[in-house]
């Protein structure tokens, strides 16, 4: 699939073509001062959101090409961060510079990725799932910041939520087109803002939030440094998504034991398509052969067409 079209008008976000998810409506305050928070953290996150614009797995994702599998994975992490960020702004909901930016109706994701989680991994998903290393790394600190220095927990929230609602629906829609979900939302709860109906006006109500928070200019500039510190975090779970793609891939080519432990068809993996399509005819012949051989099945199959072989070659030269 090169590329994927769809939109939000309520969004004002657009549409993902070639990789590139492209918005038609980029939001412009003509009243923002340079000295607002909202500015600042745009300003001071521009290089490293095009860094994680530019992962790979990013842009895998935006082109479809996402195994159900790292998906899943993708959702636990997500569960894992939205579950510490979410219980640590709970904690310090009276604080005054987070009660401003409290809107658990509205925003709060955790629910909805337990749902997700749920319909990925079944009725006892919570013994089945861990955190990830990358993962656990993120938690950690928002934890600490919520414990020590809850003022920063603003500078995670702001990644997070911006984030998902400027380009939520889109990736919804990639998703369960990608990996066939179900049009009625599960497996994709987490991309759905149930009681946002307008996502542009809601980002501007959190940004004059953001913005009428009394701070001094050292707090913000703590603010900006640990937004990109947040995105750094996402991004180091990207790579570890993009890894653990490449693990599944291989094992695939392997025929290894993580593929047996893989439900469905795995040859319907984008990453298993797009491997098979770069490595030609010839290589996705040697590796259907190799996978035959190393199966008993396929080893009593070869045998049996040998000896049938063998047997009309000598009838026909009797
Ligand atoms: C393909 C990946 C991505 C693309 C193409 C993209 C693009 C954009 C664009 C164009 C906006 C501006 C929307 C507007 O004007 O309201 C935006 C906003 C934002 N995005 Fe992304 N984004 C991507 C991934 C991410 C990721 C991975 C994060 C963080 C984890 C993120 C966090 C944010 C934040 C915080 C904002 C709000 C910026 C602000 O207005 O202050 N984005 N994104």
Same mark, same amino acid.
Not at 162 to 180: C, P
Not at 219 to 247: H, M, P, S, Y
């Given at each position: 699939?090169?590329?994927?079209?769809?939109?939000?008008?309520?969004?004002?976000?657009?549409?993902?073509?070639?990789? #590139?998810?492209?918005?038609?409506?980029?939001?412009?305050?003509?009243?923002?001062?340079?000295?607002?928070?909202?500015?600042?953290?745009?300003?001071?996150?521009?290089?490293?959101?095009?860094?994680?614009?530019?992962?790979?797995?990013?842009?895998?994702?935006?082109?479809? #090409?996402?195994?159900?599998?790292?998906?899943?994975?993708?959702?636990?992490?997500?569960?894992?961060?939205?579950?510490?960020?979410?219980?640590?702004?709970?904690?310090?909901?009276?604080?005054?510079?987070?009660?401003?930016?409290?809107?658990?109706?509205?925003?709060? #994701?955790?629910?909805?990725?337990?749902?997700?989680?749920?319909?990925?991994?079944?009725?006892?998903?919570?013994?089945?799932?861990?955190?990830?290393?990358?993962?656990?790394?993120?938690?950690?600190?928002? #934890?600490?910041?919520?414990?020590?220095?809850?003022?920063?927990?603003?500078?995670?929230?702001?990644?997070?939520?911006?984030?998902?609602?400027?380009?939520?629906?889109?990736?919804?829609?990639?998703?369960?087109?990608?990996?066939?979900?179900?049009?009625?939302?599960?497996?994709?709860?987490?991309?759905?803002?149930?009681?946002?109906?307008?996502?542009?006006?809601?980002?501007?109500?959190?940004?004059?939030?953001?913005?009428?928070?009394?701070?001094?200019?050292?707090?913000?500039?703590?603010?900006?440094?640990?937004?990109?510190?947040?995105?750094?975090?996402?991004?180091?779970?990207?790579?570890?998504?993009?890894?653990?793609?490449?693990?599944?891939?291989?094992?695939?080519?392997?025929?290894?034991?993580?593929?047996?432990?893989?439900?469905?068809?795995?040859?319907?993996?984008?990453?298993?398509?797009?491997?098979?399509?770069?490595?030609?005819?010839?290589?996705?012949?040697?590796?259907?052969?190799?996978?035959?051989?190393?199966?008993?099945?396929?080893?009593?199959?070869?045998?049996?067409?040998?000896?049938?072989?063998?047997?009309?070659?000598?009838?026909?030269?009797?």
């Amino acid at each position: 699939m090169s590329s994927v079209k769809t939109e939000d008008s309520a969004t004002g976000t657009g549409v993902v073509n070639d990789g #590139r998810l492209v918005y038609k409506d980029k939001e412009v305050n003509e009243n923002a001062r340079p000295e607002d928070l909202s500015e600042m953290l745009a300003a001071g996150t521009k290089d490293v959101h095009d860094k994680a614009e530019n992962t790979q797995f990013v842009k895998d994702f935006l082109r479809g #090409r996402i195994c159900k599998e790292v998906f899943k994975f993708g959702a636990v992490a997500l569960y894992y961060t939205y579950t510490a960020m979410e219980e640590e702004m709970e904690r310090n909901r009276e604080h005054p510079h987070i009660a401003p930016l409290y809107f658990p109706s509205e925003l709060h #994701r955790h629910e909805a990725l337990a749902r997700d989680v749920e319909y990925f991994y079944g009725g006892n998903w919570k013994s089945q799932i861990t955190c990830s290393t990358a993962t656990q790394r993120y938690v950690d600190r928002i #934890r600490e910041l919520g414990r020590d220095d809850p003022v920063l927990l603003v500078a995670h929230a702001y990644t997070r939520y911006m984030g998902d609602l400027s380009g939520g629906q889109v990736l919804k829609k990639v998703a369960q087109r990608a990996l066939k979900l179900p049009p009625t939302g599960e497996g994709v709860h987490f991309y759905q803002f149930d009681t946002i109906h307008n996502a542009k006006a809601f980002k501007q109500l959190y940004r004059s939030r953001m913005n009428e928070l009394e701070l001094d200019a050292e707090t913000k500039e703590r603010l900006v440094k640990e937004a990109v510190k947040a995105f750094n975090f996402n991004i180091e779970v990207f790579q570890e998504l993009e890894e653990l793609g490449k693990t599944i891939e291989e094992d695939v080519l392997d025929g290894g034991p993580v593929h047996g432990d893989i439900q469905g068809d795995i040859s319907k993996c984008p990453y298993y398509a797009a491997k098979m399509a770069a490595s030609g005819g010839s290589a996705y012949a040697c590796q259907m052969a190799m996978s035959v051989l190393r199966n008993p099945t396929g080893q009593v199959l070869l045998a049996v067409w040998i000896a049938a072989l063998a047997g009309l070659t000598a009838w026909f030269f009797m």
